[in-house]
């Protein structure tokens, strides 16, 4: 893993605002995760995504990992918590964390590319299937509006 600052994609402040809106302060498990971009942003996580996003996260100590749960952390959290003071919808909390992250705009080469730098390995492409297999199994069971207001609810 590379030790100097990383730069921001717009993804890993989509993952930084998933976790948030997947959890709230006391964290999301994976499958959370990627039901909440989903709801942000209409789309799934690449593993590619996630493993490089976590890796950039967890150095910087924005987000962190607590037993099966990813947690906001450290600065991310300061502000996040000051902000909500306010109104905030899902898509709000996206601008925050690209606006905290300093992130660059959307590229969708980014999403199928392994950042060797960055690289939250133990986060398998195996694992990223099985997180969205059963969200999108809960998301069948429960319709779409159901998931959401489950989502958004806690």
């Given at each position: 893993m590379n030790y100097a600052d990383p730069t921001y994609q717009w993804s890993d402040a989509w993952l930084l605002a998933a976790i948030a809106?997947?959890?709230?302060l006391k964290?999301?498990?994976?499958?959370?995760?990627?039901?909440?971009?989903?709801?942000?942003?209409?789309s799934l996580f690449t593993p590619q995504e996630l493993r490089s996003g976590l890796a950039k996260l967890f150095h910087r100590g924005y987000a962190m990992p607590l037993g099966d749960r990813f947690v906001i952390a450290g600065d991310a959290r300061v502000e996040l918590e000051a902000a909500?003071?306010?109104p905030f919808s899902s898509f709000s909390v996206?601008?925050?964390f690209e606006n905290f992250l300093n992130s660059r705009p959307y590229d969708s080469l980014d999403r199928a590319r392994d950042d060797p730098?960055?690289?939250?390995?133990?986060?398998?492409?195996e694992v990223v299937a099985s997180a969205c297999a059963q969200y999108q199994s809960e998301a069948e069971t429960l319709g779409t509006e159901a998931l959401?207001?489950?989502?958004l609810g806690k």
């Open positions: 809106v997947g959890g709230g964290g999301a498990m994976l499958k959370e995760v990627v039901a909440a971009g989903d709801l942000i942003n209409r909500l003071q306010h996206m601008q925050f730098d960055w690289c939250f390995a133990e986060l398998t492409d959401k207001q489950s989502i």
